[in-house]
Structure formats: structure tokens, C-alpha cells
């Protein structure tokens, strides 16, 4: 499956504002959302390809959006995949819950755009 | 309260003098009965002519009778009554409250042998009660209750089907939405209580501890660390008991200063992720315009933030292997693989100081047991440092070879080198020597956080050096194959668990074989 449209709920504004015109440049479709509600409701509402999520959100962490789209009997996303971005160190239990249900989990200052846009060419 | 004491006082005095009034009616009825008695005797006999009928041999006969009657009558009655008189006596003494006479002895041989004992005894019983303040408990299970409850420590206990049936009040536990009580304790994953009662259970007793076991996740209220005792005994009809002592006091502190520096990292690294990602983009995209240094200076400019990411991740990694949070994650790797990954960032590093990077690492080497990531920070904290205390122009070699059960990784340099008596301290803390104090950055963490996440693989890290020769340090990683097997028995056998993990760094010495 070729991933074409990518949300991105990243409250970083230079963070977001990076990974959405690397991922514009190379031809993807982005939608950008800073809060963790507004990113749950996105991701419902709509279908995307890929979702690009960080963990420490305003209103709602990742991992709560994680949870409520995957946590439940019935995976809410089939056809999407979820890259988990974060520069925050959790402790591994946290971790692993997010990575069980994540197609990645990557620390964002080790990942420059050109490597993301890598490991999403690695994804489709 | 005067007027309740002088009553009872007076109470005491009537049971007191009820004796001698009780002894003088008695003895007066007794000697009047007697009295009569010998006369009724006398006369018979004077009228029956068995002895002469005048009044000197009547007073004298009826003197002698009475004498003999009273006395043999007094004795008896002593001896009858002394039972009574010790009840008396009992009640007197119990009574008063003081002990002002000797109270009667329960033990006295006849008393023992009639069965009067036990009624004196009931009698001072009854006193110890009357006096002892009311107590509401009446059982040793009330008691037992009572006690466990206002302990700090917390006991739990459970049945054959893993349910609760006791738990004290200090114990953290809660009813959920079915009634039960459940257990508010989060065990580490690969270790929990379901886990080793799974295992214990073919056993006929068996015990477990847990350290830092919380009963909250990070960041909740009133989160609370406990060190965890579990003993089993097989169809005991509390079959699991546990005991919980709060450690809060001790292991928050230490959890706080680890959540700050998780906090600090997270701040640290937001900065870094734009500096290195535009830094990424500007290269790529301005490399047609850059002219003369300018390309170098960017160069600089990326290998100084990569170096900042590194910085960052040293200090994380050495703050949770203080706390023993460090964990690593062990899976069957290739050399090749995990040099991959840091590769463009070691040999920009190397070229933007003039240094000759050169890597011969064997494709036919063995896979090794290794967590890639934390492999990676090994190796380019070890090839930064060769960089770092190389001279210009330098040669920087990092070759790999098989060696009985473990691959062993050398990162050769040529450069300033170091005393022999430096070596020994080269792996702790903060250390760094005289020279590199005055012109070489860094934290001083990085060989302290190589040797903990080697030594966490069951390799060993060593190092040779000579003063303006060089220094040479090396590695080892075990051989996958080597230690798959036991990879796979802590994890059941299952082969997606394996990564998941393999407990606490210090107890990896078990996968040196």
C-alpha cells in the first residue's frame, strides 16, 4: 500500500512546521493538527495512510489516542499506520504498550526529515 | 465521686463486721442449744438413778457436759463453717479493692480435694474482670484483625483461585466494578504475580520478592513504592500471602530526580530535533550555493548538534542505570546492521576533523545478541572519543573478529594516548584525565554508560593505551547463537518475546554462558 495522506498531531511548531514541508515536498498529502483532541478526532473522522503521533500532547497524550483508536476489541485504523515520534524518554512499560500498537517508534532528535521520509518509503 | 467512695467504703465495712456478728450469733445460739442440752442429758440420768440425784453432783455433771459439749461442738463448728468464712473472706478481700488482710488460700488441701477451690477462684476471676476496663475484643481473629490493621505494612492474602480474602487496611488495594477486591500493584511486564504463580504453581511452596513495585503509573497523586514479598504454599487455604512494605520515603526521591532528567532530556531535545532536522534540509538543499568553507561549516555545524544528541542520550541512559531502570532489549543483530545505522554521522564527524575513519567489519562475522540502539551509542561514544584524542590527520580504525562465543570489537586510534595509571579510572563517573580536562569536550559519561551497556550484554570492555601512541579499546558482544537458547527459556520459549526483554542490567551477567 503507498502511503499518500499522512496526519501529522505534533504541538512542536517548528517541529510540525519541518516534518509537514519535507513531507509536502516529496509529494505526500499532510494535515497538521497541534492538539490530542483535535488529532483523535482527525484520525477518526477521516482516513489516512499514515499517522505521525507524539506522545506529550496538550489535552490528550499519544498514547491515550493510541489506546482509544487500537487499545479496544476493534482496531478503529486497519488501513493505517502509526509512526510514533517522541522525544520524551518513557519508562518501558509505557513504551512497549505504544510500540504493541505502533508500526514504529522513533525518537524525533535522532530522525531528521530526510530519515523520516526514509522510513515512511520503508513503511508502503 | 466522694459520695461513690464513701459508699463503697461503708459497703466494705458491713461485709467486714458481717463475720463477727455471724461468729457471736452463732456461738451464742450454739452454747445456748448446749446448755439445754446438758441439762436435758443431767436430768435423764438423775431420774433414771444412774447417778445421785443431789445438787452439788447435778451442777457438777451439768459443768462437765456443757464444758465437753461446747468444746467438741466449737471445734466442729470451726472446722464446718471454715469454708464460709473463707468465702466471706474471699469477697471481703476482693471487695476492699486492698489488701488488707491476707486473702484466703484457694489452695489449702481440702479445698482442692472438695472442689471449694474452684468456687474461691471464681470468686477472684470475678474481681480481675469486674476490675480489668471492658474490652470489645473477643476473639484472637478480632485481635489478629486489630493488629494487622494499624501496621504500615500491607498483607495481602490470597486463595486457591487468586482472589482476595484478606487484605489489611495499609494494603493498596480497591473493590472493582464486580465486588472483588483486586490488587493495586504494577509489576514489571515480564515479571508480574500472574506470571510466577503460573510458574510456582507446580511447586509445593515457593517465594518471590518485587523491588519499587507502585501501586499508580508516574505522574499520578499519592503514587506509592512498595518492596513486594510473596509467599506460596500449595492447597494452604491461603495459599499466596503478601506482604508489602512501603518504600516511598526511600525510592520517590530517586524517581523524581529520573522523571526531572526525563523531563530535561524531553526540553533538551525538542531545540535539537530542528536544529539537526533543518540543518539536514539546508545541506541537501543549499549545497549548490555553499562557497568555499561554507560547506564545512555546515558540516561542523551538523556533527556539533549530532554530538549534542549524543550528549543528551548519555546522560538519560546513565540516570536510569543508576536507578536500575536501564533495560535493554536483546535480539540477534548483525554488526554490519547497527554500524549502518550511525554510519554517515561517524564518518562526517571524522571528516569534518581531519581524521581517517576506516571500518573492517567482517560480513561473514556471527549475528550477536545485542539491543541495537544502545550498541549503537557504544560504538560511536568509543569512535567520537578515538576522534576526539586522535591528531589531525589521524587514523581511526574500527575492526571486528569472532572470538570463543563473542564477537570483539576494537576502535583503534593513533593518537595523544594515556598514562598507565589512568586506565583503571577510565570507566567511572565523571572521570577524565588531566589533559583531557584542558582541551577536550565532553561529559565524562560516555565509557561509563559503554561499559554499562556492555557489561548488560554479558561482554566485557577493555582498554590498552600508550602516552602518544594511542589507545586502543575493545568490546565483546556474545555470539546470538550462543545464547539464543536462553533468551528464548526466559521468555517461554517464544521467540517474539525475546526482545521484550530481559530484566534489570545487573543480572546480565547470566547470558555470558
Known sequence: ??????????DDRFIGEMYVRSLKKAGYEVDWLVGGNDGLIAARNKHYDLI????????????????SLRGGKEDLIPDTKVIVLTNFEQDDESRMAMEHHADGY?????????????VIDGLS | MEVIENESIDAEREIENYWHIFLKRSLTILSAVEVIVSIIIVSTLMLTNLIPATLFSFILILLVTTIWLVTVNVYLFKFLVKPFRDLVSAVVHVSSGTARAIPPNPNFY??????????????????????????????????LTQGLNHTTTGVIVLDKKRQVIYANNAAPTHIDSEGKRVLDLIFPDNSNLDTWLDKTESSLRSENQWSRVANKPLGDTDRRLYDVAASYQKNNAAETVITLFDRTDLYAPEEDDLDFISFAAHELRGPITVIRGYLDVLEDELSPVLKNDQAELMQRLIVSSNRLSTYVNNILNASRFDR???????????????YDSIKDDMQLRAASQNRLLTIDIPKSLPTVAADANSVGEVLSNLIDNAIKYSNEGGL?????????????????????????????????????????RETVAGTGIGLYICKAIVESHGGIVTARSAEREGSTFTFTLPIYDTV???????????????????GWIRNHSMYRG
Do not use: W
Not at chain 2, 410 to 428: A, C, E, K
Open chain 2, 324 to 338: 536500575r531502570h536501564f533495560k535493554v532489549h536483546l535480539n540477534e543483530e548483525t554488526l554490519n546492521t547497527i
Open chain 1, 52 to 67: 505521525l503521533l507524539d506522545v506529550m500532547l496538550p489535552e490528550r497524550r499519544g498514547n491515550e489516542i493510541l489506546d
Open chain 2, 110 to 143: 481440702h479445698y482442692d480435694k472438695d472442689g471449694f477451690k474452684e468456687i474461691l477462684q471464681s470468686v477472684y476471676e470475678l474481681s480481675v474482670k469486674r476490675t480489668q476496663p471492658k474490652k470489645h475484643i473477643t476473639s484472637l481473629d478480632e485481635q
Open chain 2, 396 to 436: 581511526v580504525q574500527v575492526v571486528a573478529r569472532p572470538i570463543s562465543g563473542f564477537v570483539e570489537v576494537s576502535i583503534i586510534d593513533r593518537g595523544i594516548g594515556m598514562p598507565s595509571n589512568v586506565i583503571q579510572n577510565l570507566f567511572h563517573k565523571f572521570y577524565r584525565s588531566h589533559r583531557s
Open chain 1, 1 to 10: 500500500m503507498a502511503i499518500k495522506t499522512i496526519l501529522c498531531i505534533e
Open chain 2, 484 to 502: 539464543a537458547d536462553k533468551l528464548k527459556a526466559d521468555n517461554n520459549s517464544n521467540e517474539t518475546l525475546i526482545d521484550q526483554g530481559s
Open chain 1, 106 to 118: 522513533l525518537i524525533k532528535a535522532e530522525i531528521t526529515p530526510r530519515k523520516l521520509l526514509s
